[in-house]
């Protein structure tokens, strides 16, 4: 089975710019999380999505937002960039949201922004 | 509110030695809690996860960890550490209760061998 994918792996771009990330999960998954991970702050939740709906979200401000698809793709944007955005950009996926379900990671999206 | 915590930030273990990495927890009800590893420009990994059941739970790579009611802990260990088992290490918990399933992260617990 083909793992979580994520595209691209690495982008870099200037304040103010938007970006959009992907996400691929695991055949058969229906939970897509999304995370920021920085090197002082661990793993920063954004969201998750479940089904097409977001189930629960993390304290970003509004310029983060996602969107999942009928075959449980998931996208996330960042509009107006920031340089405290550059981070690693981690996507897991699971058999459902919630519950005993353990998430299996991507290798992320690398963001630079200058 | 619900919170994990990683108390050190690194540890470093010599190899063949045992090796724990602590975390303690707080949920307002009964914990699921999960332990992942991070190997250098590789991603994130489960290693294994307390759901219900015996206290020792085993996983990957050798790992077990201890589920801790009255000490709200579910410290990681290893027997006998491998230098190839330096990464950053995470302890997630989430509520079983209510309808807040959000999955909580502890901050990372760098482990060193050292051969």
């Known amino acids: 089975k083909a793992g979580v994918t994520q595209t691209p792996r690495y982008l870099i771009k200037t304040r103010g710019q938007q970006v959009t990330l992907s996400c691929s999960p695991i055949?058969?998954?229906?939970?897509v999380s999304w995370y920021q991970q920085t090197p002082g702050q661990g793993l920063q939740f954004l969201f998750e999505?479940?089904?097409?709906?977001?189930?629960n979200k993390g304290n970003f401000p509004g310029r983060f937002s996602g969107r999942q698809f009928s075959n449980s793709r998931s996208e996330m944007n960042v509009s107006t960039l920031e340089l405290g955005d550059s981070a690693l950009y981690l996507c897991?996926?699971?058999?459902?949201?919630?519950?005993?379900?353990?998430?299996?990671f991507g290798p992320g999206t690398r963001l630079t922004v200058t | 509110a619900q919170s994990v915590a990683q108390p050190e930030d690194q540890v470093n273990v010599a190899e063949g030695n045992p090796l724990t990495v602590k975390c303690t927890y707080s949920?307002?009800?009964?914990?699921?809690l999960f332990w992942y590893v991070q190997y250098p420009n590789r991603g994130l990994q489960f290693l294994l996860k307390?759901?219900?059941?015996d206290n020792l739970v085993k996983g990957s790579y050798g790992f077990e960890a201890e589920f801790n009611k009255s000490q709200t802990s579910f410290h990681l260990k290893k027997p006998s550490a491998l230098v190839s088992d330096s990464a950053l290490y995470f302890c997630?918990?989430?509520?079983?209760?209510?309808?807040?399933?959000?999955?909580?992260w502890g901050l990372g617990t760098s482990l060193a061998v050292n051969p």
């Open positions: 897991a996926s699971s058999l459902s949201g919630g519950g005993t379900y353990e998430q299996y």
């Open positions: 055949s058969g998954h229906r939970s």
């Open positions: 999505y479940f089904s097409e709906t977001q189930r």
């Open positions: 949920v307002s009800g009964n914990p699921y």
């Open positions: 307390y759901i219900t059941g």
């Open positions: 997630a918990v989430r509520d079983r209760a209510g309808n807040n399933r959000k999955l909580i």
